[in-house]
Nanobody, 115 residues
């Protein structure tokens, strides 16, 4: 059974930082591209950052220079370090694992940026 479990969300003030984690089980983690998506009310789910099995990274323009995605294959975990958070970053953040035609989602973790 595949499980992706996100953690690390919460309430933070503008300008603050959070680190999200996504622990995977039931997959051969090192083969998978790992992504972070987010969705806020009334908006479509959007790709925030992705890291390939080989470690190549891509980011949405809105988070470049503020967010960093990383992975630890020994721990089957992907991270999203979020700095200089803005109210516009408020959303539910989802972890996504992709390999060939297989795609799995986590349950999401809420990030709220507010003073």
């Amino acid at each position: 059974q595949v499980q992706l479990v996100e953690s690390g969300g919460g309430l933070v003030q503008p300008g603050g930082s959070l680190r999200l984690s996504c622990a995977a089980s039931g997959i051969i983690f090192r083969f998978y591209s790992m992504d972070w998506y987010r969705q806020s009310p009334g908006n479509e789910r959007e790709l925030v950052a992705e890291i390939s099995s080989g470690g190549n990274r891509n980011y949405a323009d809105s988070v470049k220079g503020r967010f960093t995605i990383s992975r630890d294959n020994a721990k089957n975990t992907v991270y999203l370090q979020m700095n200089s958070l803005e109210p516009e970053d408020t959303a539910v953040y989802y972890c996504n694992a992709v390999f060939a035609s297989m795609r799995y989602w986590g349950q999401g973790t809420q990030v709220t940026v507010s003073s």
